[in-house]
């Protein structure tokens, strides 16, 4: 079993920056595909970015590419979502998630809420 921690979450301004983090402890962190999404206010959960247990393959939506970049330390135990360019509708509680399967997420933080505001 793993445990995951979001931070980095706040309030910024468009065209803005702002770095996520997921801690990650319990179960080696190798085991784990990770993945981070985002939940909007009266939207569904959206798949923001992926990467594999070693980082040797990520995946970017469509929305957030050129924008946000997925990264992980191994080392660390952490996986890390740096968002550039931000805009308003970059506005959710964005989670992170483990699985030992690629696309399938069994674990899950408490969510970090980013706002970006004109």
């Known amino acids: 079993q793993v445990q995951l921690v979001e931070s980095g979450g706040g309030l910024v301004q468009a065209g803005g920056s702002l770095r996520l983090s997921c801690a990650a402890s319990?179960?080696?962190?190798?085991?784990?595909?990770m993945g981070w999404f985002r939940q909007a206010p009266g939207k569904e959960r959206e798949s923001v970015a992926t990467?594999?247990?070693?980082?040797?393959?990520?995946y970017v939506a469509d929305f957030v590419k050129g924008r946000f970049t997925i990264s992980r330390d191994n080392v660390k135990n952490t996986m890390y979502l740096q968002m550039n360019r931000l805009k308003p509708e970059d506005t959710a509680v964005y989670y992170c998630?483990?699985?030992?399967?690629?696309?399938?997420?069994?674990?899950w933080g408490q969510g970090t809420q980013v706002t970006v505001s004109l």
């Open positions: 319990g179960r080696s962190f190798t085991t784990y595909h």
């Open positions: 990467i594999s247990r070693f980082g040797a393959t990520t």
């Open positions: 998630a483990a699985g030992t399967m690629q696309d399938f997420y069994d674990y």
